[in-house]
């Protein structure tokens, strides 16, 4: 028994070098396989995320197009007292229905008549050879209001047998009319039934298809009054749009939509209980058990008063494309090179020179490793720095060009060139703030008191001095003293109160306010401090992603910027131990808060001075 320990104990000593290195190759190879799979799918999901993105704009896209096609009709009320019937027909040809808005089945105008000018309608309609109103009483007896269809384009069997035509005795119809007469915005109805054509090979006349309805109010004295009674008393009628639901979408993403993701489109707030509007590719998967797709998402549009969602899925030919061969390739060579490399040291081990070269390779290897580590430190560092240069050389030729070439370039030229120099300018900017991002994650944490408030006061003073046109209200609390890197805190404060500065600048009475709340309750063992401001503010439901990197809730012609700031807040908060979150509303303001971790930071301060007196 103890010979055969010996044996063990000095095969090992002998062979330790040669295991060892087995087990290291091993580890470096699980490591690069791994990171290989999570750069797959991070890739992936990049893939999925821009086919998201460009299909809700697509989808913004052709709703604003079905609406504005509404307003254009109001404007010929507008412009006259009555429209004609060929005028009404010139306007839906010229928006070409069929090109552009091939879910519009009709475009129509629904007139108020009131009950004592029923008969003279009526009257009317028979001396013209126009269907007569329909239908003509509720059973209940004479209605309030009547909103017979009198003008409707195209002029198709379908869209005419609609003429004259009162869909307020629908509840459906009924409710999106009190809606839009009442808010003076267009107003859809839920999913109906639309009467349009039938499908080819049918034997049918006519037929209903699923769609919904738009109801636009038109008033008497052209802008919507200012009170809901106003609004009811000046009501001419409504411009309304017939939609179907096949054809509402088609052809409106072009060749930018990925065929490895289903698409779907719900009216209402939850997929699995709404009505269907839009199947990509006809089979519906949203809320189906037993799909289990490797991307998925939900989301919400607003389209004329109703809340639309859309829900995104890959399919199983997107997973098969996102299994690569490269990471199980990398993984099968790295074993075949690390059972190789156990050999070879195996062998070595048996010549002591051997042994001694190996160890002086394994020696180079390692200087290798280290310096290949220290490069990689530097990477984000030199990739940013590289990419300046050419972001100079571009913005300085493009002020040339816009200088000394001014007359020669035509005004689409130079705003061409005024776009090229603001996207060089947005460049710099985004590289700066990705730098300024990896130093607060490298630079050593040096902890000592800070003074925040002093620290908010002073940012404040170099903001208005920036904007000295401004008349910005600057409230702070007294002596809000924290533990941490006096830099970073800074450089956290100037994030958040800036952010407050720049939501701030279409207030007329702007006020920014920077507080702490010592006594936050059960939950915090530190104080809470907030930054809070009443400017434009968010939706909570988009909170959790403020603080990530390039994450922005308004567009950059509202409000610039790179969506960078907060994520620097954050990981500064996040190294001080603490946390950071936002609570907001739009138009109503917003507050951020942060800890940063242990208790009461500015007792340590004090407890550090009566150190040093002492």
């Known amino acids: 028994m103890r ?39 991070a890739q992936n999901q990049v893939r999925f995320d821009e086919t998201v993105q460009a299909t809700r704009a697509a989808v913004d896209r052709r709703t604003d197009a079905y609406i504005d096609a509404l307003f254009g009709a109001r404007g010929l009320f507008l412009a006259s007292k009555s429209v004609e019937r060929g005028e009404w027909e010139s306007y839906v040809r010229g928006i070409e229905t069929k090109s552009r808005l091939g879910g519009l089945q009709a475009l129509g105008f629904a007139e108020y008549v009131k009950p004592e000018e029923r008969e003279a309608f009526q009257e009317e309609a028979r001396k013209e050879g126009l269907p007569e109103m329909r239908p003509d009483l509720n059973p209940g007896g004479e209605r309030s209001a009547y909103f017979p269809l009198t003008l409707v384009a195209p002029s198709g069997k379908a869209n005419l047998s609609m003429l004259d035509e009162d869909a307020y005795t629908d ?85 930018g939509f990925d065929p490895a993701i289903d698409f779907e489109v719900y009216d209402g707030a939850d997929v699995e209980s709404s009505s269907l509007l839009y199947d990509e590719d006809g089979v519906q998967r949203a809320g189906e058990k037993g799909y289990d797709p490797l991307f998925s998402e939900e989301s919400r549009i607003g389209v004329a008063g109703r809340e639309w969602s859309m829900y995104f899925a890959t399919l199983p ?99 061409y060139l005024g776009r090229v120099r603001a996207a060089s300018r947005h460049m710099a900017t985004l590289i700066d703030d990705l730098l300024d991002l990896s ?81 936050p309750g059960p939950g915090f063992l530190a104080p809470v401090y907030y930054v809070r401001d009443n400017g434009a503010g968010f939706d909570q439901a988009y909170a959790e992603k403020l603080f990530g990197a390039f994450q922005r809730l308004h567009a950059q012609d509202e409000f610039e910027g790179t969506g960078i700031g907060l994520a620097t807040v954050a990981r500064i908060v996040h190294r001080h131990g603490g946390r950071v979150w936002a609570e907001g509303r739009v138009a109503e303001g917003a507050t951020f808060y942060f800890t940063l971790g242990g208790r009461d930071l500015g007792d340590r301060a004090v407890t550090a001075k009566k150190a040093e007196l002492a």
């Open 317 to 415: 030919g997107f997973k098969k494309g996102a299994e690569s061969n490269l990471p199980a390739f990398v993984l099968g060579s790295g074993i075949g090179v690390s059972v190789l490399l156990f050999g070879i040291s195996w062998l070595l081990v048996r010549s002591r020179i051997r042994a001694e070269r190996a160890s002086e390779d394994l020696e180079d290897a390692n200087r290798e490793l280290e310096g290949t580590n220290r490069e990689l430190e530097a990477f984000s560092y030199s990739v940013s720095h590289d990419l300046r240069a050419p972001l100079r050389t571009i913005d300085g030729f493009s002020q040339i060009l816009q200088e000394d070439y001014e007359d020669v370039l035509d005004e689409d030229g130079q705003d």
């Open 439 to 519: 130093r607060v994650g490298r630079r050593p944490l040096r902890r000592e008191p800070v003074d925040l408030s002093s620290l908010a006061e002073g940012i404040i003073e170099e903001l208005r001095a920036s904007e000295p046109g401004r008349d910005v209200e600057f409230v702070a609390g007294e002596h809000i003293t924290a533990w941490g890197d006096v830099s970073l805190l800074k450089v956290a404060l100037e994030n958040l109160l800036g952010n407050a500065w720049k939501f701030t600048a279409r207030e007329p009475e702007a006020r920014i306010e920077f507080g702490a709340d010592r006594a």
């Open 3 to 41: 010979s055969a320990l010996g044996r063990l104990l000095r095969h090992l000593r002998r062979a330790g070098a040669a295991y060892g290195v087995l087990l290291i190759s091993l580890l470096l190879t699980g490591l690069a396989w791994y990171y290989l799979r999570q750069t797959v799918e």
């Open 171 to 255: 509840p459906a119809h009924k409710a999106a009319m009190d809606r839009a007469r009442d808010t003076g915005s267009p107003q859809a109805t839920k999913m109906v039934y639309v009467l349009s054509e039938p499908t080819p090979g049918s034997t049918a006349d006519l037929a209903l298809r699923p769609g919904f309805a738009v109801y636009l109010p038109v008033y008497a004295e052209g802008e919507s009054p200012g009170t809901v009674a106003g609004r009811r008393q000046a009501l001419r009628g409504f411009i309304v749009g017939y939609f179907r639901r096949d054809g509402l979408l088609d052809d409106v993403f072009g060749s």
